[in-house]
Nanobody
């Protein structure tokens, strides 16, 4: 059974940095494409960053501030978040998928989701 466990969420001031981690267990990590999504209260879930074997992709709102990476040896996905803004406040979820084509942030491409880690940015 595939499991995703996120960590690293915290409360920080605007301009600060955080690094989120997501550990995948239960299957061969390197065969998955993975992404970070976030959902703020009262808003729809949105894709933040995506990584596959050869490429990365970012939402315009985080481009230049966030970096997605993966360590296949540790079965871990990361999201380095710099220059945080209050509008980055949300629950952040990692997601893993295999074998479904489509756009990077189409939730239907992802079979496995973590339970989320909260990021709160104060001004």
């Amino acid at each position: 059974q595939v499991q995703l466990v996120e960590s690293g969420g915290a409360s920080v001031q605007a301009g600060g940095s955080l690094r989120l981690s997501c550990v995948l267990s239960g299957y061969t990590y390197s065969t998955y494409y993975m992404a970070w999504f976030r959902q703020a209260p009262g808003k729809e879930r949105e894709g933040v960053a995506y990584i596959s074997s050869g490429s990365t992709y970012y939402a315009d709102s985080v481009k230049g501030r966030f970096t997605i990476s993966r360590d296949n040896a540790k079965n871990t996905l990361y999201l380095q978040m710099n220059s945080l803004k209050p509008e980055d406040t949300a629950m952040y979820y990692c997601a893993a998928g295999r074998g479904v084509s489509g756009t990077a942030f189409n939730p239907a491409r992802y079979q496995h989701w973590g339970e989320g880690t909260q990021v709160t940015v104060s001004s």
